[in-house]
């Protein structure tokens, strides 16, 4: 094993360690999945000399995810994929304790944030593994001389997919990504339950509110906003559900919620969260609109979800009121507060997803990049789906984690459901 003195890195304070290491174990155990795949991959080494640059939020979660990669026989490094999400301590255990060099320190400036992810990249990855594609951006638009050595690429959120989808129409993406965000395992509760409670959990830790008998916005209901929506109303508070797609707002008033225009929410709500992965959701108009005490934050994946050079410009002061908490004055005295810089707050202000369904989404990760090293020669320059055996193993064992079995089809059922002609 290497020392600590000859692993590259760039975190807070490694003193910060111990703290970090307990941490990382108090997630490992409700990672059963993730363990499973440990296990096998220590003793078959997969991965075996693969370089791995992973950009993802540096928390207990993806301290055993990197551990995971390493025990696989991969040689991992780890930057920050927000400037605001990292767990400074967890980031030091990293370096110290599994000699896994990580470049993040929470609270860099856009500078720092970049010169990580450029430290991640003189690793000369052979896979990226990405959560909001600035590794694969980073690579295309500075780095070219990258791709050739690159294999393939993960993509853990819905902004990156979206972005890789992009590139690849434009025919500019130069590697074969896999969307593990897509995998039924990875969003139907990662994204909704996982950043359901998380999000609150920053919510409610920044501004220590009231959420029974509040007024809450939540804009957009995908996958995360369902979530949001779905634990704002489990504590009591008034939900209203801002759309643009006419399906998605049928869902979200057949789910019982009120649906209207932005502009005509932000004269109803107390506690505004954008979740829609896309930009500038909250703007001058409406923050004039609010009423005088209104909290806002975002929970999407980049900071543009809030116009926040707009209330910058329309307030006459700012102050920081608590950790977290930004105080804009307005000129007829007015109060906004902005959560977290309008970074995703349910990482900048709590700890992001549980590791129970961290687990899902990091059992998909190993396995998709497993799959990348076996498969590699095949794939082409494109977003690929993760493989549906992976997505169902991934299920198969989490429920074998949670102890609960389910009825297997008979081979009546299944000749019945695979034939056009039965059912007359
Ligand atoms: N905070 C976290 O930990 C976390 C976790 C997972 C995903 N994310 C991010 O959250 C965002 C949402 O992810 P998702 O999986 O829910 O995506 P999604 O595509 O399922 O849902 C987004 C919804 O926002 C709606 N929308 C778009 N523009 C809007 C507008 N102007 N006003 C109102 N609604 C609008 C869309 O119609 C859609 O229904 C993405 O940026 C994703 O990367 C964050």
């Keep these: ?21 307990t941490r990382i174990e108090w997630a490992d155990q409700f990672m059963p999945v993730l363990n499973l795949i440990r296990k096998r991959f220590g003793e ?79 690793h000369k990855p052979q896979i990226t593994m990405d959560d909001g594609a600035d590794l694969v951006t980073e690579i295309l638009s500075k780095r070219q001389e990258l791709v050739s050595g690159v294999m393939g690429g993960t993509e853990e959120t819905t902004t990156g997919v979206i972005r890789l989808r992009s590139m690849a129409k434009g025919g500019v993406l130069k590697y074969p990504i896999i ?70 707002a049928i869902e979200a008033v057949m789910d019982g919620y009120q649906v209207m225009p932005m502009m005509e929410a932000a004269r109803w709500g107390d506690v505004f969260v954008t979740v829609t992965g896309n930009k500038s959701i909250i703007r001058g108009e409406h923050f004039r609109a609010m009423k005088d005490g209104a909290v806002v934050a975002n929970s999407g ?11 910058e410009a329309m307030s006459i002061s700012k102050r920081r009121a608590r950790e977290f908490v930004d105080e804009y004055t307005l000129p007829d005295k007015r109060k906004i507060y902005v959560l977290g810089e309008g970074r995703l707050i349910n990482l900048v202000a709590a700890e992001g997803h549980p590791a129970v369904v961290m687990d899902m989404s990091f059992a998909n990760q190993a396995l998709c990049v497993e799959h990348l090293v076996k498969h590699a020669a095949e794939l082409t320059p494109k977003v690929y789906p ?15 984690s949670m102890g609960v079995s389910i009825d297997k089809l008979t081979p009546e059922q299944e000749q019945y459901l695979a034939s056009w002609s039965e059912g007359t």
């Excluded at 094993?1 to 290491?21: E, N, S, Y």
């Excluded at 009231?210 to 634990?231: D, I, K, N």
């Excluded at 994946?301 to 209330?311: G, K, Q, S, Y």
């Design 301 to 311: 994946h980049f900071n543009v979800e809030l116009d926040l050079p707009a209330i």
């Design 44 to 122: 078959e080494k997969p991965l075996k000399g693969v370089r791995i640059s992973a950009c993802l939020h540096v928390t207990t979660e993806t301290g055993n995810l990197a551990i995971t990669l390493r025990d696989g026989g991969a040689d991992v490094v780890v930057c920050a994929s927000n400037p605001l999400s990292t767990q400074d301590d967890v980031a030091a255990s990293l370096v110290r304790d599994f000699h896994i060099p990580v470049f993040a320190i929470k609270g860099e400036d856009k500078d720092t944030y970049y010169s990580h992810i450029g430290s991640a990249l003189d």
């Design 1 to 21: 094993m290497p020392t600590t003195q000859k692993i590259a890195c760039d975190v807070k304070d490694l003193d910060l360690a111990a703290k970090g290491k």
């Design 179 to 248: 969307a593990v965000n897509d995998a039924d395992t990875k969003h139907l509760f990662d994204n909704r339950y996982g950043t359901g409670q998380s999000t609150v959990d920053g919510i409610l830790r920044a501004t220590n509110l009231l959420f029974a008998g509040s007024r809450v916005v939540v804009c957009g209901y995908g996958y995360c906003g369902r979530g949001v929506a779905m634990r704002a109303r489990g504590l009591g508070a008034h939900v209203t559900v801002t759309e643009t797609n006419p399906t998605r």
């Design 386 to 400: 993760v493989p549906p055996e992976i997505d169902q193993d991934v299920a198969r064992l989490k429920l074998d």
